[in-house]
């Protein structure tokens, strides 16, 4: 992942990061520190969300104050779709787009940064790395790792981070 580009920084460079992610985009264009500090913000959230269900059952994780109703908007609009291993093109295509629009626009005002780019991984089971993530808004990770906690899909990742099944390795799952 970006894990190299991150270690780089120092206090003083992080903290300009931090301040130029408060400015508005058209300020920026294609600005490499920008892309740099979304990197570090976007890779801390992943670590920090998979040591979280790596050390407490998932099905009891409450994400937001709206779980209960971003897991019920979710599952009406996108009842036939697989939680534990995703795949891209039913979050990328023209079609899915289409359809991932109006759900997310629903939730802005309601969860903040609902639009804000993150980390999502592809296989529940798998950790985060360049082959098992791919890039969502906030309201997408939420409603599909809600799903997941509720629907057992990250029982896999807890047991690992608790040291059950250690024999076993998952896709997805780096050393």
Known sequence: MAAAGLAGLGPGEAAAAAQALSLPAESFGNDPRVELAWAMKAHQHAEVYFNLISSVEPKFLKLTQVDERIYEEFRR???????????????????AKEKWRPFCLSFEGVVEDFNFGTLLRL?????????????????????????????????????????EGMGERSHGVES
């Not at 296989?123 to 057992?152: K, M, P, V, W």
């Open 123 to 163: 296989d529940s089971r798998g950790e985060y790395s360049e082959e098992n993530s791919i890039l969502a808004t906030r309201i997408q990770f939420l409603a599909i790792e809600i799903a997941r906690n509720r629907e057992g899909c990250n029982e896999d990742v807890r047991r690992r981070g608790r040291g």
């Open 77 to 95: 609009t996108f009842r036939n779709l697989r939680v534990d291993v995703l795949d891209p093109e039913e979050l990328k295509s023209e079609a």
